[in-house]
């Protein structure tokens, strides 16, 4: 048998390269903005079409590149940022592994122009599938301007797996917000298929954070502020009571490179404990610098992965941090100072952190948790779909068939509900038990899709209209929704690059209030990660659903709980919420005789 081992031409190993490092438009607009940062640029600029797929361009005043490194820069490892191993444990620049443009150039269109200060003219070089078209001198100002177009044009395979424009168009953002928050000192700015989305204008972090999610964040922000020996933590977290139910403004930056970390992660949480409600989220930007020696950023191709020569005392030290921080701007009255000896005695914190506490459990994990002898209480998702039909019978007065009538609640059967949580209704054959948040969940989403798909509304005017401001991502995402909104009875309409004017509103929202109503929508639809596989009047009615219904701990009157299981039952999905969670659960008089029977 003949040798059957051989090398790769460079063509493919670029494309296999191209797989890790740029995933999607996002990845590669990350990582241009991150080599124009290492450039030394005061002024970024990223122009977007159609999220990326089509264009993506980013002009910086950077120093620029020769001529010849204007062809050497796509080739693979190549690189200015070191120059033996032994540079790779004293990294302070974004890139160093030399595959970015090399990746890009595989698997895109790209044209490539960029002049340093002391020349005259530059370079300009197009490059197609990591063939080189043309590289010849060019007039361009100082700086480079790269332009990468039809993102996988000739990986097919790999274009299909793109998300819709909505969906790129968000991890675009998301990548071009931790870059811009690493930077505050420079100017960046986002356009996106003509519109301006972001136009940051350099300052300092606290401007940064304001400009960049919007004015009413600048009561929300408390400093952040520790030097030490082994590391010096700044940056800014957020107040108690401005937590969100969502994530996604929870940031860790080293030696300001963007890093995930959920034991870090973990250490502000335990800073917050008893602070915040359950399944709320602070704000926080924090930014560890330290020795480059005791940190390796060499983990994966992204850059998003380090490891700590000892992760244990940095989670210390953010925690303890976190606390200084919450105290001194009196956020809480009562701190445990004790533990804050770390900066004098470090060893006494090299332990492992708890493990973080689990949440309440769900109905039906509860019922599982019941005993085996009284295993007749556990819920059956199947027996449910079996009995559907009789309790539907059982509990809708639209039906007026004599034997159902029959087997109707007596006029004595009241509701009631369980830690204004639960809904108990009897029936015929026993009780049910009732979520009343899923429930309602379920009851808005089957009349949101029905409006949407039938384009049926009903719109109260306002009489003094509201405006809405809004983030650029938030902008962005909005204008996305908004025909569909405006087929649910919100005459909402675009008011200059950063907010809206509400005119009219649905009739159920008459009383409510709709730059919190709005909000919680965006932070809903960006936050339930299902949206993405779903067509977008689920995703809105999905997200529209959880922002307006009845949430737990919320009182009903006995209209109210009658109501509510009239309207669930009605639906033509009744037993779960549109999230999967069940909507009620059913215990029989036979299986609650047992329960008072004399075991054996």
Do not use: W
């Not at 909505?166 to 953002?173: N, R």
């Not at 569909?484 to 929202?509: R, S, Y």
């Not at 109210?560 to 999905?573: P, Y």
């Amino acid at each position: 048998m003949g040798d059957i081992i051989h090398l790769l031409p460079d063509s493919i190993a670029n494309q296999i390269a191209a797989g890790e490092v740029i995933q999607r438009p996002a990845s590669a607009i990350k990582e241009l903005m991150e080599n124009a940062v290492d450039a030394g640029a005061t002024e970024i600029k990223v122009v977007v079409k159609e999220a990326g797929k089509m264009l993506i361009q980013v002009i910086d005043n950077g120093k620029g590149m020769s001529f010849t490194d204007a062809r050497m820069c796509f080739e693979r490892h190549a690189t200015s940022k070191i120059r033996s191993a032994d540079d790779i444990f004293s990294i302070r620049t974004k890139g160093f592994r030399g595959e970015a443009l090399a990746s890009i150039a595989a698997i895109a269109q790209v044209e490539l122009k960029t002049r340093q200060q002391e020349h005259e003219l530059g370079a300009r070089l197009v490059i197609e599938g990591f063939e080189v078209k043309a590289h010849e001198q060019a007039q361009c100002p100082v700086g480079t301007n790269i332009q990468v177009k039809n993102l996988f044009y000739n990986v097919p395979a790999r274009r299909n797996f793109l998300k819709s424009n909505t969906v790129e168009l968000k991890h675009i953002i998301d990548e071009f917000e931790r870059v811009v928050l690493a930077h505050p000192d420079i100017f960046f700015s986002l356009q996106h298929n003509g519109v301006e989305l972001f136009h940051l204008k350099a300052g300092n972090l606290r401007q940064r954070i304001i400009h960049l999610f919007g004015s009413n964040y600048n009561e929300k922000l408390v400093p952040i502020s520790e030097d030490t020996s082994v590391t010096n933590i700044r940056g800014f977290i957020g107040k108690p009571d401005a937590a969100k139910k969502t994530k996604g403004e929870q940031f860790f930056f080293v030696n300001n490179r963007f890093i995930r970390s959920p034991y870090l992660h973990h250490a502000v949480m335990s800073a917050y404990q008893e602070l915040l409600p359950e399944g709320s989220y602070p704000l926080y930007t924090i930014y560890i610098d330290i020795d480059p020696a005791r940190i390796d950023v060499n983990v994966h191709p992204t850059k998003q992965e380090i490891k700590f020569e000892d992760e244990r005392i940095i989670y210390t030290f953010i925690q303890a941090a976190v606390r200084h921080a919450l105290a001194q701007y009196s956020v809480t009255p009562t701190l445990d100072f004790e533990q804050d000896q770390t900066f004098a005695n470090l060893p006494s914190f090299y332990k492992k952190p708890e493990e973080q506490p689990v949440s309440f459990k769900t109905v039906e994990s509860r019922m599982n948790d019941i005993p085996q002898h009284q295993s007749s209480f556990k819920h059956d998702v199947a027996s449910t779909n079996r009995m559907h039909t009789a309790f539907k019978r059982e509990v809708s007065g639209a039906l007026h068939d004599d034997e159902v009538q029959s087997d109707m609640p007596t006029d004595g059967a009241t509701p009631f509900q369980i830690h204004y949580q639960y809904v108990v209704t009897q029936i015929k054959s026993g009780f049910i038990v009732i979520d009343q948040q899923a429930a309602h969940e379920r009851i808005l989403y089957e009349k949101y899709v029905t409006q949407l798909r039938e384009k049926k509304h009903h719109s109260q005017q306002q009489l003094f209209p509201e405006t809405l401001k809004l983030s650029g991502a938030d902008f962005a995402l909005m204008e996305m929704l908004l025909p569909d909104l405006q087929n649910l009875g919100f005459d909402i309409m675009p008011f200059g690059k950063d907010a809206f004017v509400v005119h009219g509103i649905p009739v159920e929202f008459e009383n409510g209030d709709i730059n919190g109503v709005v909000e919680a929508l965006l932070e809903q639809f960006k936050e339930d990660k299902s949206t993405l596989k779903l067509d977008r009047h689920e995703a809105i009615a999905r997200s529209l659903a959880r922002t307006n219904s009845i949430k737990r701990g919320q009182k009903l009157d006995e209209r109210g709980m009658r109501h509510l299981a009239d309207q669930l039952f009605a639906c033509e999905t009744p037993y779960t919420s549109p999230f999967g969670n069940l909507t009620f659960v059913t215990f029989t008089l036979e299986a609650l005789a047992r329960q008072f029977q004399k075991s054996n």
